[in-house]
T-cell receptor, first 118, second 117 residues
Framework: DARVTQTPRHKVTEMGQEVTMRCQPI?????VFWYRQTMMQGLELLAY????????DSGMPKDRFSAEMPDATLATLKIQPSEPRDSAVYFC????????????????FGSGTRLTVV | AQSVTQPDIHITVSEGASLELRCNYS??????LFWYVQSPGQGLQLLLK??????LVQGIKGFEAEFKRSQSSFNLRKPSVHWSDAAEYFC???????????????FGRGTSLIVHP
């Protein structure tokens, strides 16, 4: 089965350090989402891209978070500087959208990056 | 704005018993509705989806869900639970963002299913 690959799976870092999380969407998928999961807030949408263009990143703290798609095979989420409150599991999901085929597809989630900021 | 409520944080059932997980949504138009399952340490896997048509939707792993517009609900059911069904279950409403059935999922807080032997 095709998979969304996220790296690293786990990351422990000190407060103030830069963190970069990577996502390899499924080949051929044109839409990528970043979600953050915490016990307190559940699953929050941070940003999403279509055809590598950012469509909405209003869910991210702008001063410290940034999301990019350098190419169609890589999406990145960076936090600089990191803070303890950023500790969470970050999920990437990809899918194929805008094809006109209603209801024939869904999104595939990666296994997540568990980030701990100490 | 759209929202999803899953009123039960935890549900405990015995293996072999039937299951119903509740989901209520708030959305101004006809919703796209989904159920996802998350096993420990894993990402979310799509169980089933409703876009239109028949309000009883069949999914993978023997799950089904029924869309009831009058109750703004999309409850998930399974007639006989297996121990391997223990996981976190998320209901989601999809907000369209382009033509062609594209949507953005907004998730509920999840229901943790515990299965007793």
């Amino acid at each position: 089965d095709a998979r969304v690959t996220q790296t690293p799976r786990h990351k422990v870092t000190e407060m103030g350090q830069e963190v970069t999380m990577r996502c390899q969407p499924i080949l051929g998928h044109n839409t990528v989402f970043w979600y953050r999961q915490t016990m307190m807030q559940g699953l929050e949408l941070l940003a999403y891209f279509r055809n590598r263009a950012p469509l909405d990143d209003s869910g991210m703290p702008k001063d410290r978070f940034s999301a990019e798609m350098p190419d169609a095979t890589l999406a990145t989420l960076k936090i600089q500087p990191s803070e303890p409150r950023d500790s969470a599991v970050y999920f990437c999901a990809s899918g194929l959208t805008g094809t006109g085929r209603m209801g024939n597809y869904g999104y595939t989630f990666g296994s997540g990056t568990r980030l701990t900021v100490v | 704005a759209q929202s999803v409520t899953q009123p039960d944080i935890h549900i405990t059932v015995s293996e072999g018993a039937s299951l119903e997980l509740r989901c209520n949504y708030s959305y101004g138009a006809t919703p796209y509705l989904f159920w996802y399952v998350q096993s420990p340490g894993q990402g979310l896997q799509l169980l089933l989806k409703y876009f239109s048509g028949d309000t009883l939707v069949q999914g993978i792993k023997g799950f089904e869900a029924e869309f009831k517009r009058s109750q703004s609900s999309f409850n998930l059911r399974k007639p006989s639970v297996h121990w391997s069904d223990a996981a976190e279950y998320f209901c989601a409403v999809g907000v369209p963002f382009t033509s062609g059935g594209s949507y953005i999922p907004t998730f509920g807080r999840g229901t943790s299913l515990i299965v007793h032997p």
